[in-house]
């Protein structure tokens, strides 16, 4: 996790440093459901490089690498969903918090790195606060649709 709000200036210097090393960035993201190891450099800020140059020494073609900027569409969609799964309380925990992400919206927040080595997808993931707390915001939601959807399915059947 990064300690900045905008990570457009490490996308530059990341694109940079893969095409210095003669790899191709294939843009493609690589799902949770694609059997992948993590690689483990949280407390490293340059653990991208350690990584690129991996790619590099065991002859990865190509880089995936993918991104994510917060987009004001997606923002609204969460804070109307977090106002109705709260209503009538406007001043729940969910729909304040989703406000408060409205200084990020513009920003890049998540970058997914990613590699294949012998059947095997290799990923690096850089993401800030605010991204992260999205994201739980967004699975927050979901779960509590899911919740609503499920009890609606079974009064109908009583």
């Known amino acids: 996790m990064m300690s900045?709000?905008?990570?457009?200036s490490l996308k530059d210097d990341m694109v940079a440093f893969?095409?210095?090393?003669?790899l191709k960035r294939l843009p493609g993201y690589v799902t949770e459901d694609?059997?992948?190891?993590?690689w483990e450099g949280q407390?490293?800020?340059?653990?991208w490089k350690d990584f690129v140059e991996m790619a590099k020494h065991v002859g990865?073609?190509?880089?995936?690498?993918?991104?994510?900027t917060l987009e004001p569409e997606e923002l609204d969609a969460l804070i109307e969903e977090?106002?109705?799964?709260?209503?009538?309380?406007?001043?729940?925990?969910?729909?304040?918090?989703?406000?408060?992400?409205h200084k990020y919206v513009g920003n890049l927040g998540y970058i997914q790195?990613?590699?294949?080595?012998?059947?095997?997808?290799?990923?690096?993931?850089?993401?800030?606060?605010?991204?992260?707390?999205?994201?739980?915001?967004?699975?927050?939601?979901e779960a509590f649709q899911d919740i609503v959807i499920e009890d609606h399915d079974h009064d109908e059947d009583e």
């Open 60 to 68: 990865a073609p190509f880089v995936t690498f993918s991104e994510m």
């Open 18 to 22: 893969i095409e210095g090393h003669g």
């Open 43 to 47: 407390n490293n800020p340059d653990a």
């Open 82 to 101: 977090a106002g109705e799964m709260n209503f009538p309380d406007e001043e729940s925990s969910e729909l304040v918090e989703a406000q408060w992400l």
């Open 34 to 38: 694609i059997p992948s190891i993590l």
């Open 113 to 141: 790195l990613g590699f294949v080595y012998q059947g095997l997808v290799f990923l690096h993931e850089t993401t800030t606060e605010w991204y992260e707390r999205f994201q739980t915001l967004l699975e927050d939601v």
């Open 4 to 8: 900045t709000d905008n990570l457009l």
